[in-house]
Nanobody
Framework: QVQLVESGGGLVQAGGSLRLSCAAS??????????MGWFRQAPVKEREFVAA????????YYADSVKGRFTISRDNAKNTLYLQMNSLKPEDTAVYYC?????????????WGRGTQVTVSS
């Protein structure tokens, strides 16, 4: 099993920044073979893809709504995934979930974290 624990959420004003972290652990967690990513879910909306990164960290993918503002990265030595969020907007308000995949994101998610709340005030 793989455990994912998010942190770093909070309340920020529009235009501000936050950095989310996701700590991965578990006997079956293979840092180099698992793609990881972030999804988010706003109230009364479906969960949506935000960003993903390959196991090596060599390639990253973003939703159009966050391109140029968010940056995904990972530190495989620390088994940790990050999401740097800049120029935040009220519409970025959501619960942010960390995800891990044995194949490819966002198409296939094998593990989810419990989420961390991000609230952006106008």
């Amino acid at each position: 099993q793989v455990q994912l624990v998010e942190s770093g959420g909070g309340l920020v004003q529009a235009g501000g920044s936050l950095r989310l972290s996701c700590a991965a652990s578990g006997r079956t967690f293979n840092r180099y073979s698992m793609a990881m990513g972030w999804f988010r879910q706003a109230p009364v909306k479906e969960r949506e893809f935000v960003a993903a990164i390959t196991g090596s960290g060599g390639s990253a993918y973003y939703a159009d709504s966050v391109k140029g503002r968010f940056t995904i990265s990972r530190d495989n030595a620390k088994n940790t995934l990050y999401l740097q969020m800049n120029s935040l907007k009220p519409e970025d308000t959501a619960v942010y979930y960390c995800a891990a995949s044995l194949s490819r994101l966002p198409q296939s998610v094998d593990y989810w974290g419990r989420g961390t709340q991000v609230t952006v005030s106008s």
